[in-house]
């Protein structure tokens, strides 16, 4: 094995590297036929520092633990305290086990996860029934409309009657918000979008940015969630 191979074993490595060099040291001192005092002050030195970072880098091993062990420990107490805390568990290898062994039992109803996945389809079905008044499509058509412009935004007071569809969509998205909004004028509507869009930006409230589809969705999951 080279010296070289000894490094990927870390400080334990480096000091069994220097032990065997010091043993080779010694070794050829010994071939020798007549004895040299000061070479062999050399090498008792060499073989003093040898033990010295033996003994340094092994009491680092055993009282100083890696990062990634820390970063390990860490992960698996955030997974206990959310999921296992009921247990009496108190070692980390206790905890390990216990969050294996969960892993390997664990099993999926699926009609559960049938069920989920109908109330998702039946949702859909709903808002497809109602096409025009349905949020979701309304903010999809919306979003289709900024991308079809040069800029990816536009400006309602500008050219307004060129704006017409996009006025409408804001009309209905209101509308799922619950706002009685169906006998405004765009005008008004344009109105209703600058009020609303102030509680979020300080200027250019006449513009639609992607970045104002979102806030209007966060009115929307705030609306829902409250509901």
């Not at 090498?43 to 009491?59: E, N, P």
């Not at 290898?93 to 390997?104: A, E, G, L, M, W």
């Not at 609303?196 to 930006?201: G, L, M, Q, V, Y």
Request: net charge neutral; glycine share 2%.
């Amino acid at each position: 094995m080279e010296f070289l191979d000894f490094l990927k074993y870390g400080a334990i490595g480096i000091s069994l590297a220097l032990a065997i060099l010091s043993y080779r040291l010694l070794s050829k001192e010994q071939e020798k036929d007549a004895e040299r005092p000061a070479f062999l002050k050399s090498i008792k030195s060499y073989m003093f520092l040898t033990v010295f970072l033996s003994v340094f880098f092994g009491l680092i091993e055993v009282f100083i633990p890696s990062k990634k062990y820390s970063k390990n420990n860490t992960h698996v107490d955030n997974i206990w305290n959310k999921h296992f805390q009921e247990y009496n568990d108190s070692t980390m290898k206790q905890k390990v086990r216990r969050i294996n062994d969960h892993i390997n039992t664990a099993e999926v109803n699926p009609d559960e996860v049938c069920e989920q996945y109908m109330a998702q389809l039946e949702k859909c079905q709903n808002q497809l029934s109602e096409y025009d008044q349905g949020f979701y499509q309304n903010i999809i058509k919306l979003k289709k409309k900024l991308q079809s412009t040069p800029d990816s935004w536009t400006n309602l007071k500008f050219d307004t009657a060129s704006k017409g569809e996009t006025i409408t969509l804001l009309k209905n998205i209101f509308i799922s918000l619950g706002y009685d909004y169906h006998q405004l004028s765009n005008q008004q509507i344009i109105s209703k979008y600058e009020t609303t869009k102030s509680t979020w930006a300080e200027d250019r409230q006449a513009y639609i940015f992607n970045s104002d589809i979102t806030e209007l969705i966060k009115i929307y999951l705030r609306t829902y969630e409250n509901n």
